[in-house]
């Protein structure tokens, strides 16, 4: 049980207030607090709020940025699509993202046709991810795409660890959130802001990697800023850059080559 503190604006859905409290162990408030991060379900969605630093913060795959990337993203020929192998793809990937984080990669892998398996052990960004969700399924232009994500709330280590082999996703994604992230972009984004101090960083980085290698079938992709550091224990087989982001592939092919 997290015990996060959990807030019910005036007019929002009790019954569904109830449910998210008991999936993710939401400490219910009888009043907003005057300090510190807490979650709030108002009349539109569930947020992540604070007074004072930022605006509220909230997973959205109907409107604003995921709208757009829907519609005008790229396609296949989008850096995280290019990543994990959909470019040339004859038979789309399954996709385990194990740092699910606000779901906006694995909204847009989703999107184009792959079945995304969201793993996220924080219970606040797991609630986000689930409210969303929720909204994008009975949205008529994301409910196809939201039927084909599915949320996990657990530890990527542990679930990964006792996958059977007849479960193994063709690719894990992995997004951590480290302690030497690029302050300068991480200024400006409030997501970021937030899950630094309420989820804080990502220290098992490399057993998480080591997790994903054996539970892959096809490859690993690790999701950095251009200029951050590698995650240690293995080097990748193939690092493409971007402005700002990098991936980092581990692709099991290419590694059997060079042992």
């Known amino acids: 049980m997290s015990d996060f503190p959990f807030f019910l604006a005036a007019g929002a859905r009790r019954d569904y207030a109830d449910r998210l409290a008991a999936l993710f162990g939401l400490q219910r408030l009888r009043a907003r607090p005057a300090s510190?991060?807490?979650?709030?379900?108002?009349?539109?969605r569930l947020e992540l709020v604070t007074i004072g630093k930022h605006g509220a913060v909230y997973a959205e795959f109907v409107e604003g940025a995921a709208k757009h990337r829907r519609e005008q993203g790229g396609g296949r020929g989008q850096p995280v699509a290019k990543a994990i192998g959909l470019k040339s793809a004859?038979?789309?990937?399954?996709?385990?993202?194990?740092?699910?984080?606000l779901g906006r990669d694995s909204f847009v892998l989703a999107s184009l046709g792959c079945q995304v398996t969201l793993l996220e052990r924080s219970p606040v960004a797991a609630a986000l991810l689930f409210d969303a969700l929720d909204r994008a399924r009975?949205?008529?232009?994301?409910?196809?795409?939201?039927?084909?994500?599915?949320?996990?709330?657990?530890?990527?280590?542990?679930?990964?660890?006792?996958?059977?082999?007849?479960?193994?996703?063709?690719?894990?994604f992995v997004d951590p959130m480290f302690p030497d992230t690029d302050k300068k972009s991480a200024a400006a984004k409030k997501d970021m802001q937030a899950?630094?101090?309420?989820?804080?960083?990502?220290?098992?980085?490399?057993?998480?990697l080591?997790?994903?290698?054996?539970?892959?079938?096809k490859r690993v992709v690790v999701k950095r800023p251009?200029?951050?550091?590698?995650?240690?224990?293995?080097k990748p087989s193939v690092v493409m850059e971007g402005k700002s982001t990098r991936f980092d592939l581990y692709i099991k092919q290419s590694m059997a080559k060079t042992d």
């Open 36 to 44: 510190d991060y807490w979650l709030e379900l108002g009349d539109d």
């Open 90 to 101: 004859k038979t789309l990937p399954s996709v385990v993202d194990a740092t699910a984080g």
């Open 138 to 172: 009975s949205h008529a232009d994301t409910a196809d795409i939201a039927a084909r994500m599915t949320l996990v709330h657990a530890n990527s280590i542990d679930w990964l660890s006792t996958l059977a082999p007849e479960q193994a996703p063709d690719v894990v």
């Open 195 to 208: 899950f630094q101090q309420v989820i804080g960083d990502d220290m098992d980085s490399a057993a998480l």
């Open 210 to 217: 080591a997790a994903a290698w054996e539970a892959a079938r």
């Open 226 to 234: 251009r200029l951050g550091a590698p995650i240690a224990g293995m």
